[in-house]
Nanobody, 120 residues
Framework: QVQLVESGGGLVQAGGSLRLSCAASGSIFSINDMGWHRQAPGKQRELVAVIITGGTTNYAESVKGRFTISRDHAKNMVYLQMNSLKPEDTAVYYC??????????????WGQGTQVTVSS
């Protein structure tokens, strides 16, 4: 069974920074991509950033230039450095993993979420 554990959320003032971390553990044959999504109260979950094995990254327009996603391949970890935070960045942030199992199946795995609150 594959698990994702996020850390690094919290309360920060507008203009501040936070760094989220996510560790993947379990039986993983290969990773296609890892990413971060967020869900604010009353809104749908949205993609924040994703990093594909090979290094390609994609960001939501609202976070471009402020957030940076990175991966540690050896540790199966993904990070999200968030700078110049705004109150509208307040949400629960979820780590995601798209992987291939040893039997060849493609799985999407989600973390439990970590709260990020930005005060004005």
């Amino acid at each position: 069974q594959v698990q994702l554990v996020e850390s690094g959320g919290g309360l920060v003032q507008a203009g501040g920074s936070l760094r989220l971390s996510c560790a993947a553990s379990g039986s993983i044959f290969s990773i296609n991509d890892m990413g971060w999504h967020r869900q604010a109260p009353g809104k749908q979950r949205e993609l924040v950033a994703v990093i594909i094995t090979g290094g390609t990254t994609n960001y939501a327009e609202s976070v471009k230039g402020r957030f940076t996603i990175s991966r540690d391949h050896a540790k199966n970890m993904v990070y999200l450095q968030m700078n110049s935070l705004k109150p509208e960045d307040t949400a629960v942030y979820y780590c995601s993993l798209n992987m291939r199992t040893w039997s060849g199946r493609i799985l999407n795995v989600w973390g439990q979420g970590t709260q990020v609150t930005v005060s004005s």
